[in-house]
């Protein structure tokens, strides 16, 4: 079973960057899909990206294509998640979840392990 | 981007009751997302739980009263029997094409 641990909340200027990091333990990292999803104040479930360390090449949703970095860093089994150009809209609490592997097909966005969320507040 | 509409937005129902939860995926030139239909439980200060997969598949440890139906354009995700602990925003998700795309959310309440 992946457990996910995020890194704690953030107060972020307009305009600004933020960096939110999420820790896998409990499974072979390389081979852990793991998407950036967010939940803002009065909306739905947005899904902002995703990469899999094994494969390389991080796949954005194409709004924030532009802004949004998706890294990882094996050493300590980490997943990154870094917007820029920060504005009120993106107010929200982020969350790390792992994408589903089964055996005989392979990878799908659907997410089965979630972190706890991390809580980005953009204000002046 | 495939466009995922749930009905209704909000529902009350009373303990015991049946509560059912509709969703409809859409885009310009194809709806059809086969069973690539995920449903999720999300509650306040909580990350949101996966119940169902494949449109029908029951994640395991998820109660048996809730269940998942449908495919192709048309999906519902039913809970036989409400209790207190399922009030909760419920989501579902289409993960045919990139991007994942989710529902607007329906909220659940007791009656």
């Known amino acids: 079973q992946v457990h996910l641990v995020q890194s704690g909340a953030e107060v972020k200027n307009p305009g600004s960057s933020v960096k939110v990091s999420c820790k896998a333990s409990?499974?072979?990292?390389?081979?852990?899909?793991i998407s950036w999803v967010r939940k803002a104040p009065g909306q739905g479930l947005e899904w902002l990206g995703a990469?899999?360390?094994?494969?390389?090449?991080?796949n954005y949703a194409q709004r924030f294509q532009d802004r949004l970095k998706i890294t990882t860093d094996k050493s300590t089994s980490t997943y990154y998640m870094e917007l820029s150009s920060l504005t009120s809209e993106d107010t929200a609490v982020y969350y790390c979840a792992k994408g589903a592997y089964l055996e005989r097909s392979g990878y799908y966005n659907y997410f089965d392990s979630w972190g706890q969320g991390t809580l980005v507040t953009v204000s002046s | 981007d495939i466009v995922m509409t749930q009905s209704p937005d909000s529902l009350a129902v009373s303990l015991g009751e049946r509560a059912t939860i509709n969703c409809k995926s859409g885009q310009i030139y194809t709806s059809n997302i086969e069973n690539y239909l995920a449903w999720y439980q999300h509650k306040p200060g909580q990350p949101p739980k996966l119940l169902i997969s494949?449109?029908?598949s029951r994640e395991s440890g998820v109660p048996d009263r809730f269940s998942g139906n449908g495919s192709a354009t048309d999906f519902t995700l039913t809970i036989s029997s409400l209790q207190a602990e399922d009030v909760a925003v419920y989501y579902c998700q289409q993960y045919y094409s990139s991007p994942d795309t989710f529902g607007q959310g329906t909220k659940l309440e007791i009656k």
């Open positions: 494949w449109a029908s």
């Open positions: 409990g499974g072979t990292f390389s081979r852990i899909a």
């Open positions: 990469i899999i360390p094994v494969i390389g090449t991080p």
